[in-house]
């Protein structure tokens, strides 16, 4: 037998060698006894060290470098502190006034005491489905309506009727806009706004408006517009930091009935004296001077009224909201009687033409003077098709053209020229 290890010795067992298990090898495994094992070495205690005299006067606790583990130690507890402090903020980010309108509008709906921006968008969607419904009775054609939304929030209903049996166009939008204000907006918007916090480098913005364009068939009846809108900014926490109204409508005819003229001006001007008699005079000539298309020197109607900024500094918000509520709903009856009367007059088609070139000017003053039309293209994500809806289905240039002497076409364009008191 070959010499093994003292521990396991593989042997041919008698099992094995009786040829039960033929080629396996059986391996017996033996215990050692204590004997085989080898004792340990003893380990060394080293004596006790004789301290020196500068030790002995020495504390025996005695930490090791004290004011730097204190750093140390404040250096890590702060960073834990920041850590946890930076992380709640993220999962309390405060909520943008889109989101907060949107779950009280799902959660208590809109009443007398909800914020202005829901009281304002909640009267003009009213509005709108009044006016829609008037205007098609009078048609006998439905209006198209689009509803579409903004991503960061808000959206509009854009109500347009094209080829109607009474308007050649027509179209009654309400939008809602919910977005940021960068730092140059808010400089300029500051000038006529001194509410509005400097310091900021952006601030939420709110607008909402109604706006409405008819283009009649018959070159006897005059377009008509409107808008009427509120705007606001707002602090981190929601609340509003400025606020203000704005609108007016105005009346466009192509052949001019001083009738018509002084029905619609007295109309508004009666909405207006309800609340303030220096309403109406101080608007009329702001609408005057608004709606003037300044390359042509003329007007582009008989005017109404506009205003814009009308703000704390002028009224409070109650107040002014009633005024804008009571504007509005003069509408109807500002200009209902005026279309019913002149929608089915007969006309040449030297009237249409006519017709067809006061919509250039019309078209010109809207495409190159409009702040709203403006503000409308320049905002990111803006409805380019619901901003667009104020131009004309057909408009027509003549390079040169001149009325002719002593006719109708050439008394409008003298008023247009010279601005009437009509009431």
Known sequence: MSSISPGLRCLQSPIARSGLLRGR??????????????????IKIPE???????????????????????????????????????????????????????????????????????????????????????????DGKPFRTDTWTRPNGGGGVSCVLQDGNVFEKAGVN??????????????????????????????????????????????????????????????????????????????????????????????????????????????????????????????????????DDLDADEKDQENLFSFVQDCLRAFLPSYLPIIEKRKDMSFSETEKEWQQLRRGRYVEFNLVHDRGTSFGLNTPGARIESILMSLPLTARWRYMHEPDKGSREERLVNVLKRPVEWV
């Open 174 to 307: 309400i939008s809602v806009v919910y977005g940021t204000l960068p730092r140059p907006a808010i400089e300029k918007m500051r000038a006529d706004h001194k509410a509005i916090d400097p310091g900021h480098d952006s601030l939420e913005f709110f607008a909402a408006g109604l706006s409405m364009v008819l283009h009649p068939r018959n070159p006897m009846a005059p377009t008509v517009h409107l808008n009427y809108r509120y705007f606001e900014t707002a602090t981190d926490d929601g609340t509003p930091q400025a606020w203000w109204f704005g609108g007016g409508t105005d009346l466009t005819p192509s052949y001019l009935f001083d009738e018509d003229a002084i029905h619609f001006h007295r109309t508004i001007k009666d909405a207006c004296d309800k609340h303030d008699r220096d309403y109406y005079p101080r608007f009329k000539r702001w609408c005057d001077d608004y709606f003037s298309v300044k390359h042509r020197g003329e007007t582009r109607g008989v005017g109404g009224i506009f205003f």
């Open 25 to 42: 090898t059986q391996c017996l495994h033996f215990r050692r006894s204590f004997a085989d094992v080898k004792p340990k070495p003893k």
């Open 48 to 138: 006790p060290r004789t301290r020196s005299a500068a030790e002995k006067d020495e504390p025996d606790n005695k930490i090791w470098a004290p004011k730097t583990r204190i750093v140390v130690g404040v250096v890590f507890i702060s960073a834990m502190i920041y850590s946890m402090l930076t992380g709640s903020v993220e999962q309390t980010e405060a909520p943008s006034i889109a989101e907060r309108d949107s779950m009280q509008k799902r959660e208590s709906g809109v009443s007398a005491t909800s914020p202005m921006r829901l009281r304002m968008e909640s009267f003009i969607k009213e509005q709108q489905s009044i006016i829609v419904a008037s205007l098609q009775d009078l």
